[in-house]
């Protein structure tokens, strides 16, 4: 079964750092590419970053702020959040992605296994 399960959110302070995991089974994490998504509340789901054959991408957003790597050893992918924003409020989900042109990263239609969600928070 591939199951995807996204952990580490919380409350923290804008500035503040938290680091996100998802954690996969089933499949090996760099077989495949792997997306992390947001979505606010009245808001559309959007692409946060995307990890696939060492290549790693990132909404406009969060450059600079965010880094996505890969624990192949943990079977894990990990989305490290610094200087958060109070617009980084949302809930964070990973996925995974067949092979597909990495101009299509953001687009979720095109992942076909979703974890579950995880609150990040940001506020004083």
């Known amino acids: 079964d591939v199951q995807l399960q996204a952990s580490g959110g919380g409350l923290v302070q804008p500035g503040g750092s938290l680091r996100l995991s998802c954690a996969a089974s089933g499949f090996a994490v760099d077989d495949y590419g792997i997306g992390w998504f947001r979505q606010a509340p009245g808001k559309e789901r959007e692409g946060v970053s995307f990890?696939?054959?060492?290549?790693?991408f990132y909404a406009d957003a969060v450059k600079g702020r965010f880094t996505i790597s890969r624990d192949n050893a943990k079977n894990t992918v990990l989305l490290q959040m610094n200087s958060l924003k109070p617009e980084d409020t949302a809930v964070y989900y990973c996925?995974?992605?067949?092979?597909?042109?990495?101009?299509?990263?953001?687009?979720?239609?095109?992942?076909?296994?979703w974890g579950q969600g995880t609150q990040v928070t940001v506020s004083s």
């Open positions: 996925a995974r992605a067949p092979r597909l042109p990495f101009s299509l990263w953001r687009d979720s239609s095109y992942y076909g296994y």
């Open positions: 990890i696939n054959v060492g290549r790693k």
